[in-house]
């Protein structure tokens, strides 16, 4: 079965720091990786996607894939309260169909 | 109206009971989806339409039943649930089915009760 792990927190770090979220995959032949945040009674919405090995950036955010050690990460420079949230992983692990697997997420706390 | 909405925000529904949830998108994209959000757990994947064809159902009960008149609603009949089906129920919507590049884009939910 294929499982996408995340450490589910509570993950707590102060205002202006790097916060940084992990998730482990289970299968080598994933292709596409997405995080997601979702505010508490919200629903998920995208913050980054990734394909390849290495760093990808956008704004305050980087993620960061590794294939052969199978993980993912995203980096959040100059932590906001706003950021507390739960941080959702994605795997693709491909196929005919489009099928995201999802971990159960880390709840981020920024303290101002 | 843009996005991807879903009604009813809030349900509350006896075991006998038959409700239906409505997901409307307005993205203009191919595929839709249905994923089940229980707390503690990672978000379940129920049932994939692509082009109105239903591509997936990932051994769902048959007291849930979806239906997908074109590609921009999508339905989850219910009845006769259980309690342990109460959870968040999520639409969402992407370009296509096959585009692992297409992100999914989420409805706000409809959080269900089943007493």
């Known amino acids: 079965q294929k499982e996408v792990e995340q450490n589910s927190g509570p993950l707590s770090v102060p205002e202006g720091a790097i916060a940084s979220l992990n998730c482990t995959y289970s299968?080598?032949?994933?292709?596409?990786f997405f995080w997601y945040r979702q505010y508490s009674g919200k629903s998920p919405e995208l913050i980054m996607f990734i394909y390849s090995n290495g760093d990808k950036e956008d704004g305050r955010f980087t993620a960061q894939l590794n294939k052969a050690s199978q993980y993912v990460s995203l980096l959040i420079r100059d932590s906001q309260p706003s950021d507390s949230a739960t941080y959702l992983c994605?795997?693709?692990?491909?196929?005919?169909?489009?099928?995201?697997?999802f971990g159960k997420g880390t709840l981020l706390t920024v303290n101002p | 109206e843009t996005g991807v909405t879903q009604t009813p925000r809030h349900l509350v529904m006896g075991m006998t009971n038959k409700k239906s949830l409505k997901c409307e998108q307005h993205?203009?994209?191919?595929?839709m989806y249905w994923y089940k959000q229980s707390a503690k757990k990672p978000l379940e994947l129920m049932f994939v339409?692509?082009?109105?064809?239903?591509?997936e159902n990932n051994s769902v009960p048959s007291r849930f039943s979806p239906e997908c008149p074109n590609s921009s609603h999508l339905f989850l009949h219910l009845h006769t649930l259980q309690p342990e089906d109460s959870a968040l129920y999520l639409c969402?919507?992407?370009?296509?089915?096959?585009?692992?590049?297409?992100?999914?884009?989420f409805g706000n939910g409809t959080r269900l009760t089943v007493t």
């Open positions: 299968d080598r032949g994933s292709q596409s």
């Open positions: 339409y692509n082009f109105k064809e239903q591509t």
């Open positions: 969402a919507s992407s370009q296509e089915v096959g585009q692992g590049s297409s992100p999914l884009h």
């Open positions: 994605a795997v693709n692990y491909g196929g005919s169909n489009y099928k995201l697997t």
């Open positions: 993205l203009g994209h191919n595929a």
